[in-house]
């Protein structure tokens, strides 16, 4: 079953008031699944980064800044979460659960503090809360924790691929496939319940954005159009920089999660959800290629 464990928030609020150490902070099972992202995608992090970030520094370590200024809301956050826990934990289990019935669904949430706002691998899920984006719509935090909990899932079925692996033009190429479907999927999976709450937000924050795009048909349209010319060029680009490609596959467009989402919105309309439920365990290579024509609509 899916639970949520505040211990690590806790822990680190302690330091932050000179009642525990970093070393805990530091050993912390969130912060060891944080460590493990970004060991494989970002290139480390130092404990005295995180250290440097809670004295008010910046850079190095996202997610801290105004910590201080924010114990207010955060607290209150913290509150709702307690608050709200039952009904959410089934809310998550039941989003995750039509779209893979056959997992297990043993996953721990630790909402803490930097990194990300978000991040899922196979150990566990864990959720920035220090973002004003829960502040002001605090159904955010399940919102996102649906989509952290989809990613854990994968993650357990495929892996997740280590960035310094990639050697060739092929590997980039097969790497921006995995977080397609992996993001395509994590986006996808809270997107009934959002649409039954009637909820869309602000476009001002990415994740937000997101959704207006893939409920915009011009807006799809265009992000497809440079998808499609970022599959062409990559193609012929031997010389790009594996810098130069992830700026072009991860940067503001956010292919990934917009285009990626809208492929399972589309195998759901066409297929069913049982084609859904199939498709996320392909392979991602394959899984880009057998539905890549259900973006003709778009093109």
Same mark, same amino acid.
């Given at each position: 079953?899916?639970? $949520?464990?505040?211990?690590?928030?806790?822990?680190?609020?302690?330091?932050?008031?000179?009642?525990?150490?970093?070393?805990?902070?530091?050993?912390?099972?969130?912060?060891?699944? $944080?460590?493990?992202?970004?060991?494989?995608?970002?290139?480390?992090? /130092? /404990?005295?980064?995180?250290?440097?970030?809670?004295?008010?520094?910046?850079?190095?370590?996202?997610?801290?800044?105004?910590?201080?200024?924010?114990?207010?809301?955060?607290?209150?956050?913290?509150?709702?979460?307690?608050?709200?826990?039952?009904?959410?934990?089934?809310?998550?289990?039941?989003?995750?659960?039509?779209?893979?019935?056959?997992?297990? /669904?043993?996953?721990?949430?630790?909402?803490?503090?930097?990194?990300?706002?978000?991040?899922?691998?196979?150990?566990?899920?864990?959720?920035?809360?220090?973002?004003?984006?829960?502040?002001?719509?605090?159904?955010?935090?399940?919102?996102?924790?649906?989509?952290?909990?989809?990613?854990?899932?994968?993650?357990?079925?495929?892996?997740?691929?280590?960035?310094?692996?990639?050697?060739?033009?092929?590997?980039?190429?097969?790497?921006?496939?995995?977080?397609?479907?992996?993001?395509?999927?994590?986006?996808?999976?809270?997107?009934?319940?959002?649409?039954?709450?009637?909820?869309?937000?602000?476009?001002?924050?990415?994740?937000?954005?997101?959704?207006?795009?893939?409920?915009?048909?011009?807006?799809?349209?265009?992000?497809?159009?440079?998808?499609?010319?970022?599959?062409?060029?990559?193609?012929?680009? /031997?010389?790009?920089?594996?810098?130069?490609?992830?700026?072009?596959?991860?940067?503001?467009?956010?292919?990934?999660?917009?285009?990626?989402?809208?492929?399972?919105?589309? $195998?759901?309309?066409?297929?069913?959800?049982?084609?859904?439920?199939?498709?996320?365990?392909?392979?991602?290579?394959?899984?880009?290629?057998?539905?890549?024509?259900?973006?003709?609509?778009?093109?």
């Amino acid at each position: 079953m899916v639970e $949520i464990d505040l211990s690590a928030a806790e822990i680190f609020l302690s330091y932050m008031d000179g009642g525990t150490s970093m070393d805990e902070v530091w050993g912390h099972d969130a912060y060891k699944i $944080i460590r493990t992202h970004a060991e494989k995608l970002r290139g480390g992090l /130092k /404990k005295e980064q995180i250290e440097r970030a809670a004295k008010g520094e910046k850079g190095g370590y996202y997610g801290v800044s105004g910590i201080r200024e924010n114990l207010g809301n955060i607290e209150t956050l913290i509150d709702i979460i307690k608050e709200r826990e039952d009904s959410w934990l089934k809310s998550i289990e039941a989003e995750l659960h039509r779209v893979v019935p056959k997992e297990k /669904k043993d996953i721990t949430i630790y909402p803490a503090f930097g990194y990300d706002i978000g991040i899922g691998l196979e150990e566990g899920v864990c959720i920035n809360l220090n973002e004003g984006l829960f502040f002001h719509v605090p159904r955010q935090f399940l919102y996102l924790a649906i989509h952290e909990c989809s990613h854990t899932l994968y993650s357990r079925i495929h892996g997740i691929p280590d960035i310094d692996d990639i050697r060739s033009n092929q590997d980039m190429i097969s790497f921006f496939n995995t977080f397609l479907h992996t993001e395509g999927y994590a986006v996808y999976t809270p997107l009934k319940l959002r649409a039954a709450d009637g909820y869309t937000g602000s476009e001002n924050h990415y994740l937000n954005a997101d959704y207006h795009i893939i409920y915009d048909e011009e807006g799809m349209r265009k992000t497809v159009k440079g998808y499609d010319l970022l599959r062409d060029e990559r193609t012929i680009s /031997k010389d790009w920089s594996l810098q130069d490609y992830m700026n072009r596959a991860f940067g503001e467009k956010r292919f990934a999660y917009r285009v990626g989402c809208a492929v399972v919105n589309r $195998i759901e309309q066409e297929q069913g959800m049982d084609e859904v439920r199939k498709a996320f365990y392909m392979d991602a290579d394959e899984f880009v290629e057998r539905y890549d024509g259900y973006l003709d609509v778009y093109r």
